[in-house]
């Protein structure tokens, strides 16, 4: 950036709060649809499920295959049977998870829990970073299945509403457990949109990322350069790794669904834009000024103002064109955030 300083305020857009998406809705793909072209910066309105239109044959959708876990655990401490939340963040070792704690101040090293009644109990071991809590979790029979019993979807903060159906914050195609928030741009597929897509000639390809709740975490920093991003597990096979490549080398365009799947091919790609099979952690932070290596569309919902995600989304299209399209968007009176309309970016 040639030690130019960027501004989190640059990023900032007045959203009316009623904007906000509180429930998912009924048909995934009825959503709306704002396509921006970032060479011009002309908008279009469309409905989810003509996103078909968009993509073209040769083209390769790369898709996050995560699946969020039911990571909120709402429990007592039991010396005292005081309230306490556990959020889970990042599986350790077998029983071990680094987790959110609230309120952290009652649950010191040593400390006991017990959701549902003593179903699942568990042990605070430490503190560590940021405040988050070490605890190991003490349960008899299949992990999966107790989790699945006694945890909720955490949604994001701004979702105030509770989910009726677990199953709406989960892609249609969502495969490897892990998340703690979903890959939001991919709600708006059905089985049957992807089946019209592949029909088309388009390649799929599916790659991991497991989304931290870092993704929520405000950047608080005024120089953006600043703010460090969180760590988040991502994991790419052979084959997609192939199918990326291969789409480039004949001259298709790789269509990312959200900023995850953004984020990952970017992580595993090298300076000639080949993306290498392999796993490992990421906290590539990409803002205004960023090369894009692999990455020639993006299908990604509204976000929130001043966020990483926007900054995202502003490297790909250029700041003042994707606040323009936003404040379309608030115009046309938009719905944001994760249960909300998308936007293609191409």
């Given at each position: 950036?040639?030690?130019?300083?960027?501004?989190?305020?640059?990023?900032?857009?007045?959203?009316?709060?009623?904007?906000?998406?509180?429930?998912?809705?009924?048909?995934?793909?009825?959503?709306?649809?704002l396509?921006?072209d970032?060479?011009?910066?002309?908008?279009?309105?469309?409905?989810?499920?003509?996103?078909?239109?968009?993509?073209?044959?040769?083209?390769?959708?790369?898709?996050?295959?995560?699946?969020?876990?039911?990571?909120?655990?709402?429990?007592?401490?039991?010396?005292t049977?005081?309230?306490?939340?556990v959020?889970?963040?990042?599986?350790?070792?077998?029983?071990?998870?680094?987790?959110?704690?609230?309120?952290?101040?009652?649950?010191?090293?040593?400390?006991?829990?017990?959701?549902?009644?003593?179903?699942?109990?568990?042990?605070?071991?430490e503190?560590?970073?940021?405040?988050?809590?070490?605890?190991?979790?003490?349960?008899?029979?299949?992990?999966?299945?107790?989790?699945?019993?006694?945890?909720e979807?955490?949604?994001p903060?701004?979702?105030?509403?509770?989910?009726?159906?677990?199953?709406r914050?989960?892609?249609?195609?969502?495969?490897?457990?892990?998340?703690?928030?979903?890959?939001t741009?991919?709600?708006?597929?059905?089985?049957?949109?992807?089946?019209q897509?592949?029909?088309?000639?388009?390649?799929?390809?599916?790659?991991?990322?497991?989304?931290?709740?870092?993704?929520?975490?405000?950047?608080?920093?005024?120089?953006?350069?600043?703010?460090?991003?969180?760590?988040?597990?991502?994991?790419?096979?052979?084959?997609?790794?192939?199918?990326?490549?291969?789409?480039?080398?004949?001259?298709?365009?790789?269509?990312?669904?959200?900023?995850?799947?953004?984020?990952?091919?970017?992580s595993?790609?090298?300076?000639?834009?080949k993306?290498?099979?392999?796993?490992?952690?990421?906290?590539?932070?990409?803002?205004?000024?960023?090369?894009?290596k692999?990455?020639?569309?993006?299908?990604?919902?509204f976000?929130?103002?001043?966020?990483t995600?926007?900054?995202?989304?502003?490297?790909?299209?250029?700041?003042?064109?994707?606040?323009?399209?936003?404040?379309?968007a608030?115009?046309?009176?938009?719905?944001?955030?994760?249960?909300?309309?998308?936007?293609?970016?191409?």
């Amino acid at each position: 950036m040639n030690g130019m300083i960027l501004k989190k305020s640059d990023f900032y857009f007045d959203l009316p709060q009623e904007l906000i998406a509180q429930d998912p809705l009924e048909d995934r793909s009825a959503s709306r649809l704002l396509v921006l072209d970032r060479d011009t910066g002309a908008v279009s309105h469309h409905v989810f499920r003509e996103i078909a239109d968009y993509l073209r044959a040769g083209d390769c959708l790369v898709l996050n295959n995560t699946k969020v876990i039911p990571a909120r655990l709402l429990g007592v401490k039991e010396d005292t049977g005081a309230h306490v939340e556990v959020l889970l963040l990042k599986r350790r070792e077998a029983d071990v998870w680094e987790t959110l704690v609230k309120p952290g101040k009652k649950c010191r090293p040593g400390a006991v829990l017990s959701f549902g009644d003593g179903l699942l109990r568990a042990q605070v071991l430490e503190t560590v970073e940021e405040g988050n809590r070490l605890v190991r979790f003490l349960y008899q029979g299949i992990w999966e299945e107790v989790l699945d019993r006694l945890g909720e979807m955490p949604l994001p903060p701004y979702i105030t509403h509770k989910l009726r159906d677990r199953n709406r914050y989960q892609t249609v195609y969502a495969r490897y457990e892990g998340s703690a928030a979903a890959p939001t741009a991919g709600l708006h597929f059905t089985g049957e949109l992807l089946e019209q897509i592949q029909a088309k000639g388009v390649t799929l390809a599916y790659v991991t990322l497991h989304v931290g709740l870092g993704t929520f975490r405000p950047v608080k920093e005024e120089n953006v350069l600043d703010h460090h991003m969180h760590s988040e597990y991502y994991q790419i096979s052979e084959e997609a790794a192939e199918k990326i490549n291969g789409t480039k080398q004949a001259g298709g365009r790789i269509v990312c669904v959200g900023t995850t799947s953004c984020r990952t091919v970017e992580s595993a790609a090298d300076e000639r834009g080949k993306v290498h099979a392999g796993s490992g952690n990421t906290e590539i932070f990409i803002y205004p000024g960023y090369h894009f290596k692999v990455l020639d569309a993006l299908i990604t919902n509204f976000h929130l103002p001043e966020s990483t995600l926007v900054m995202l989304v502003s490297a790909l299209a250029g700041r003042e064109r994707v606040l323009a399209a936003y404040q379309e968007a608030v115009r046309e009176r938009y719905r944001f955030f994760s249960f909300g309309d998308a936007m293609l970016i191409q």
